[in-house]
């Protein structure tokens, strides 16, 4: 935990016949209009997100562009953690065995890595973000402009399937009915999502929805297991990480935990007026007169108040609440934002993700983060 930023590159990981034949015939085999929309399901450490990178690079043999509708806040693809996404892909992922990050086109941040603290919000967030993709990118009228395009859709899932998880993943697939749901299941069978269409009920309509069921694979190029349980906490730290290393440029030498720290605590953050800007606890309540130091040293989303009814606010980013000067009225945050995307923000949103303590605990660095309450102006 000490030295590099990014997890080391696993193996080459093996895709097996089963599945390079279940891709092919989704990608290949189905009509471009409309394009197929694919959920991707089964138990935890069974290969979703392998499976769906595959996917992802055989569609963009047929396809310039894929959508990608993320709904693992624990392990995401394209975001740190607490996020669901969907991301316009257009490159392929060279690297099947690690996910990298992406700037999505629209997120919702939610604060947790499961699902289990609020499910009526976690699937508004996945609902609205299914309703936009088909609004952008799934059903085009002739009077809509002519710039836009079809585009095939992968839905990832958590690999949360029993008890409220399993009513979770339920409703998601009723909501979005996609064209194809690929089912992975893993040699432990109590653990895997139950037999056929399990989705539906006795006396509903199976409709235009293909079931595909594929077998676990976690194999090396040298057809050797790969079933290692990797550490989900540290793989998230090391997603935070990865996320906030974007606040330097990329040929700024910062390869060390260490490193990251230093220049985190030395980089000039961003004054935000208090008065400019709303503040959401997501999943808990705190006392007016508790906000302040329950956002120092804290992660939050940066946001955009909703102007709807539904009162769901697109999320442009994460930031670092690095002091509270509460007589001057200012918040200093550290974020990788782009300042343009900055002005729009009227809204954070402080839910249950942390700083990675490894960020506060380096020694011979004082953390800006531990120190006081109040700052000085930079």
Known sequence: MSSLLEPENSPNIFIPEEWSEAAESIVFYSPTSPPPVVLICGAKNCGKSTFSRHLLNVFLQRYKKVVYLDSDVGQPEFTPPGFLSLTVVDKLTPDLSTPCLKTPERCFFFGDVSSKRDPTAYLSYASCLYDYYCKEYHSINKTQELAKIELPLIVNTPGWVKGVGYEILVDMLKYIAPSYVVKINISAESKNLPAGEFWLEEEEDFGSTNLIEIRSARQDAFNRSILVQKDASLMRDLRIMAYFRQCFPKDCSITTIKELAHALASHPPYQVPISSIKIRHLHCQ???????????????????????????????????????????GLLYVITPVAHGTLEKVDLLLQGFIQIPSCLLQVKGCISPYMSANILPTS
């Open 286 to 328: 705190v006392p007016s007169d508790q906000i302040f130091y329950s956002l120092n040293a804290t992660i939050v989303g940066l946001a955009e108040s909703s102007k709807t009814s539904e009162n769901l606010s697109w999320c442009v980013g994460l930031g670092i609440i690095r002091g509270i000067d509460t007589s001057k």
